[in-house]
Structures are given as C-alpha cells and as structure tokens.
C-alpha cells in the first residue's frame, strides 16, 4: 500500500527553523516527483514546494523562496522541508503529496504535520 | 498567478441530490484542472484530472467537465460520505494554485 507520513512540526518562535520529513513507501520513490502543500487553519490548500525525482529540479512559491529548501534521500525514499525565518504566516498543516505522473496534481498525500509559529 | 473562484462557498443539499459546484479561472486553464475531495482533519484525497479524467478507485457518480475558464464537477446522487470540502487546482501556469474551495453540507 503506497503511504506517505509527515513528521518534525511542533511549535517553534518566529525567526526559528525546524526541518520536515517525509518518509514514503509502497511505490517506487526514486522514480517520482514530490510536493509540499500547506494549509493554514481554516483556510484553503497552498503550494509550497516541488522537486524532481533526482533532487535536480527545485521548485519555490515566493512566499517561502529564499527561505525554504526542498530536498530528498532516494536512498532513505525520504522527503525533507527545510524551513528557515519563520513566521506567524508559515503557521499551517504542511502535507507532502505524489506527483501525479510527473505533474503538479497530487495523487497521494499524507496526513501532515502540523507546524505553529508563535512566541 | 492564476486565480480559481469556486462557487457557491458552501452548498446544502440531501443525500441522494445532484451536486453541482463551479470553478472559474482568471485565465484559460486549457483542460489541466484537477479536483480534489478533503474531509475534516484529513488529507485532500485526488477525484478528478484534466478537467473530466476520474482518478483511480473514484466513483462514477463524480464528474468533471468544462475547459478553458469555466469548470464544474458534479456529483450525480450525493452519499453521506461526499459531504466534505472540494476543491480545484490548475496546473496549466507555474506556479499552481488552488481554489479556495466549497463545503458540501448535509441540509
């Protein structure tokens, strides 16, 4: 069964940086793209993040560019959100998603982890 | 950026009710609209690509039509379990973006 779990959010003060991780199984993680999609409390679904299968190709909302860094470890098939200067506004359920067939829809997520920026 | 209206912000219907909700784009999408079904405290779960594609293991009462700027998905004869919020995503321009969804409530 193919899965995705989200983990490393908590509560961290504004400024801070903390790392996400995604580890995936049942399908072959080398061989996909992968993205980053938030969600701030009762709000709609936002694009952060995406990356290719080799970890070449990196993409960036401009909200996060400079700031976030997407990442990955075929070898581990693990995903990584690298978040830096964080804000009240990063505050938001942060789930990685499967890209479906090379694209930017999203075939398969995870339950997310919640990330709380606040002093 | 490309802006996604859904419409209505929230539609109350019954179980076994035709669904209709909408999803205009500021510009042509051409036929690269997903829609996506998320439940409370769950992840968004993928039910429709390019437009009129139904994802795998999605029931045939979901729908998709529409191209250009103008979509829809359409839900035939409502179940309990289809009362969640739904939202759109283009991926036709970078950077993608989604609609800011509508709740299918339960009348």
């Known amino acids: 069964e193919v899965h995705l779990v989200e983990s490393g959010g908590g509560l961290i003060q504004p400024g801070g940086s903390l790392r996400l991780s995604c580890a995936a199984s049942?399908?072959?993680?080398?061989?996909?793209?992968m993205h980053w999609v938030r969600q701030a409390p009762g709000k709609g679904l936002l694009w952060v993040s995406s990356?290719?299968?080799?970890?070449?190709?990196?993409t960036y909302a401009d909200s996060v560019k400079g700031r976030f860094t997407i990442s990955r470890d075929n070898a581990k098939n693990t995903l990584y959100l690298q978040m830096n200067s964080l804000s009240g506004e990063d505050t938001a359920v942060y789930y990685c998603?499967?890209?479906?067939?090379?694209?930017?829809?999203?075939?398969?997520w995870g339950r997310g982890t919640t990330v709380s920026v606040s002093s | 950026e490309i802006v996604l209206t859904q419409s209505p912000a929230t539609l109350s219907l019954s179980p076994g009710e035709r669904a209709t909700l909408s999803c205009r784009a500021s510009?042509?999408?051409?036929?690269?609209l997903a829609w996506y079904q998320q439940k409370p405290d769950q992840a968004p779960r993928l039910l429709i690509y390019?437009?009129?594609n139904r994802a795998t293991g999605i029931p045939a009462r979901f729908s998709g039509s529409g191209s250009g700027t103008d979509f829809t998905l359409t839900v035939s004869s409502l179940e309990p379990d289809d009362f969640a919020f739904y939202y759109c995503?283009?991926?036709?321009?970078?950077?993608?973006?989604f609609g800011g969804g509508t709740k299918l409530e339960i009348k």
């Open positions: 510009q042509s999408v051409s036929s690269h």
């Open positions: 049942g399908f072959t993680f080398s061989s996909s793209w």
């Open positions: 995503q283009q991926r036709f321009n970078w950077p993608p973006t």
């Open positions: 990356i290719d299968h080799y970890g070449g190709a990196m």
């Open positions: 998603a499967r890209a479906w067939s090379g694209t930017y829809y999203m075939d398969v």
């Open positions: 390019d437009a009129s």
